[in-house]
T-cell receptor, first 116, second 112 residues
Framework: EADIYQTPRYLVIGTGKKITLECSQT?????MYWYQQDPGMELHLIHY???????EKGDLSSESTVSRIRTEHFPLTLESARPSHTSQYLC???????????????FGNGTRLTVT | RKEVEQDPGPFNVPEGATVAFNCTYS??????FFWYRQDCRKEPKLLMS???SGNEDGRFTAQLNRASQYISLLIRDSKLSDSATYLC?????????????FGSGTRLSIRP
């Protein structure tokens, strides 16, 4: 089972601040993802990576950026936080499966961001 | 039309009842299928994969119907702790890429 960690668990920050949400996994998974989810709403993919130095934007447009310098680390950065960024951010990883294309996603426990 | 569709519910059933959810998908390139469970304000957690022949894990049974392009989840003898949102997940496999699509979820509430 994947071990995937997100920090911080909760973050309350003022408008205009730069923030970085951390995500690390210890299973050597190639693929990593960032999802955004508002309470009671569906998941939206905002970024994904299929390996080191590979990053792509997801289905939902986001002002955030990501980097993948190491396999285990996939941080998400907001250069200037705004109240509209208030949401839960979920990081996930999966292994590459030659037959299925993707093994199941394993999620971190999320970062709940509030921008005041 | 969404690529993966679920009845949003909520399903409100008494403890001990049997409840079933369906999930339909539109893309025939869909290769693998999963059910996830998400508790309120928590991350989604894998409940079970769905295999072509159908599979069972305790009180949970998953079925796949490729001809009609739907998957189902059956919960028998439901418990209060089964109250959650159940997410259907479809993995599309193309020649050079793959894509994971989440349904919007079905809310289940088990009452005493």
């Amino acid at each position: 089972e994947a071990d995937i960690y997100q920090t911080p668990r909760y973050l309350v920050i003022g408008t205009g601040k730069k923030i970085t949400l951390e995500c690390s996994q210890t299973m050597g998974h190639d693929k990593m993802y960032w999802y955004q989810q508002d309470p009671g709403m569906e998941l939206h993919l905002i970024h994904y990576s299929y390996g080191v130095n590979s990053t792509e934007k997801g289905d939902l447009s986001s002002e955030s950026t990501v980097s993948r310098i190491r396999t285990e680390h996939f941080p998400l950065t907001l250069e200037s936080a705004r109240p509209s960024h208030t949401s839960q951010y979920l990081c996930a990883s999966s292994d590459r499966d030659r037959v299925l294309g993707n093994s199941p996603l394993h999620f971190g426990n999320g970062t709940r961001l509030t921008v005041t | 039309r969404k690529e993966v569709e679920q009845d949003p519910g909520p399903f409100n059933v008494p403890e001990g009842a049997t409840v079933a959810f369906n999930c339909t998908y539109s893309n025939s390139a869909s290769q693998s299928f999963f059910w996830y469970r998400q508790d309120c304000r928590k991350e989604p957690k894998l409940l079970m994969s769905v295999y072509s022949s159908g599979n069972e894990d305790g009180r949970f049974t998953a079925q796949l119907n490729r001809a009609s392009q739907y998957i189902s989840l059956l919960i028998r003898d439901s418990k209060l702790s089964d109250s959650a949102t159940y997410l259907c997940v479809v993995n599309l496999l193309y020649s050079s890429a793959s894509k994971i699509i989440f349904g919007s979820g079905t809310r289940l509430s088990i009452r005493p």
